[in-house]
């Protein structure tokens, strides 16, 4: 959980600034919303940012979503090994 916690502090400043990278695009108002990350990250330039910036971004983007994944696989894995142990206590107990 706390390591969920700490990807969503890193992923949210990250997500402002992509957004408001977006919104001054000439051609926001045209986003349908259904765009992917690839196909959003393709239209940054467009808002002017330099090629370097935009692969930091997405470089820092890949890094949080990579540790909120693994934070869900250890949760999953906290939580299995809960229910293991619990079954373990209750075979033991009769």
């Known amino acids: 959980m706390r390591a969920l916690e700490a990807a969503r502090t890193v992923l949210t400043p990250l997500v ?3 957004y408001g ?3 001054k695009m000439a051609s926001a108002a045209n986003l349908t919303g259904d ?3 690839d196909e959003l990250f393709q239209i ?7 090629a ?13 979503l990579t540790e909120a994944r ?7 894995r906290i939580s ?5 142990l619990t079954e373990a206590a209750a075979k033991v107990m009769t």
């Open 16 to 18: 402002r600034r992509f």
């Open 21 to 23: 990278a977006l919104s």
């Open 35 to 37: 765009e992917t990350l």
């Open 44 to 50: 940054l330039p467009q808002a002017k940012q330099s």
């Open 52 to 64: 370097d910036s935009i692969e930091a971004l997405r470089a820092e983007v890949g890094a949080a």
């Open 70 to 76: 693994a934070a869900e696989d250890a949760n999953r």
């Open 80 to 84: 299995l090994l809960r229910e293991q």
